[in-house]
């Protein structure tokens, strides 16, 4: 059975689906059998980014396939190593049942309250009905340079009780271009960035394989 990564969120725009994309990007590169479930019907944003992955002729082969219930798309996780769950950009009884399933669920975040504060009301939702606060972790995304900003979110998020996974990814252009053209945060044409993105993405790595080894124990 495929290990399962939620990304999710209480609102639209706060790179929900470029981190799924860069997470799933990761495991293919070694070798795993991954699919990212699109499970946002109404947008279709990872499908929709696989079309110019392909038609790019990009490489490694990121599958993509459009669920209407995680039910769905828990049929076909037998066929793979790890299912990367994208799912609908406000909260629902779907997303709480993503979290549910999986052995990790991430959240991304911009800096700003408006970005802060739904994500934790999401996460205090979710931990209120049932799901460990350690099977969730919040990563920060389209950071702006200051230092000062980015630590008083990690403390923001701290405090409210979870965890912040090392690295972010700044607001750059860069990765906006990337994925227009069907590739991942960690494959832009500016070695700096994907730098920046790997560092996060390693993070993803480390906090997905100390779970399932703290499961498995």
Known sequence: MALLVGVVSQKGGVG?????????????QAG??????????????SFNWQARRLQNKVTP??????????ALAQ??????????????PHATEGTLAIAKASQLT?????????DLEPQVLLAHELTRRGVPAARLAFVLVRVGDSDVEQ????????????????????EKV???????EGRAATETRFPSLNQRADELAQ???????????EEAA
């Open 32 to 45: 795993w059998r991954i699919k990212i479930a699109d499970l946002d019907i109404s947008q279709g944003t």
């Open 106 to 114: 991430i959240l991304p975040t911009g800096l700003a309250l408006d």
């Open 151 to 170: 630590n008083d979110a990690r403390a923001y998020l701290t405090r409210a009780g979870y965890s912040v996974l090392a690295g972010y990814l700044p």
């Open 16 to 28: 929900k689906s470029t981190i799924a994309r860069m997470v799933a990007r990761e495991y293919a």
């Open 203 to 213: 993070a993803v790595v480390d906090r997905v394989s100390t779970v399932t080894r």
């Open 75 to 88: 049929k076909v996780a037998s066929s793979y190593d790890l299912l990367v769950l994208d799912g609908p």
């Open 61 to 70: 082969d990121v599958p993509v396939e459009r669920f209407g219930t995680l």
């Open 174 to 180: 860069g990765y906006r271009r990337a994925s227009d």
